[in-house]
């Protein structure tokens, strides 16, 4: 059996963009991003905090990483390098990016459906909500745990023992308790 993926987002996850503005958490790297390509050099740099032992701890995992992110190719060239990753495959929002669905449904949630094929997969956001759950639910054949992380916090421990389960889970015979569908 081929592993899972994990769907990683970049902002609130790893960046816990919602700290306290003035304090990078013991033990994360500041980093900053240009705004963009011909914005005005007066505008302030995209302020992100990495913690490097993120990118071993998601290596340990028994999963095909994946980019689940606005940054999209562009994690490769800021993210990565800071985490110690290999440049990874990523999804391609195309038009859903940022689209409203009348549905309420993130307007990730079908492309990372449809780009997981049938494959087991989790989501690791922060911004997944019922309608997410639901919408794998009834479109995606296979397992998938859409894993919600605090913006606040970024990944924990906690986090990634619950992605170290939900792999080892894959592993017990089809039909067993937790098993098959969203978890």
Request: charged residues 25%; contains cysteine.
């Amino acid at each position: 059996m081929n592993r899972p993926l994990l769907f990683l987002d970049v902002d609130g996850p790893l960046n816990p963009y919602a700290a306290e503005p003035e304090r990078c958490p013991d033990g994360w790297t500041t980093l900053r991003v240009p705004q963009g390509d011909g914005l005005p050099a007066r505008r302030r740099p995209h302020r992100l905090w990495l913690n490097p032992e993120h990118g071993r701890a998601l290596l340990r995992l028994d999963y095909e990483l994946c980019w689940a992110t606005t940054w999209m190719a562009d994690a490769n060239r800021w993210i990565a390098p800071v985490l110690g990753l290999p440049e990874l495959p990523f999804v391609d929002f195309g038009d859903a990016l940022f689209r409203e669905r009348p549905d309420g449904v993130h307007w990730k949630t079908g492309p990372l459906v449809d780009y997981a094929n049938g494959r087991p997969f989790v989501w690791v956001d922060d911004e997944q909500s019922d309608l997410d759950q639901a919408y794998v639910s009834a479109h995606h054949p296979g397992p998938g745990l859409l894993h919600h992380v605090n913006p606040r916090m970024g990944l924990r421990g906690d986090d990634f023992r619950t992605l170290t389960g939900f792999a080892r889970s894959l592993d017990v015979p089809h039909g067993a308790p937790g098993v098959g569908g969203v978890l």
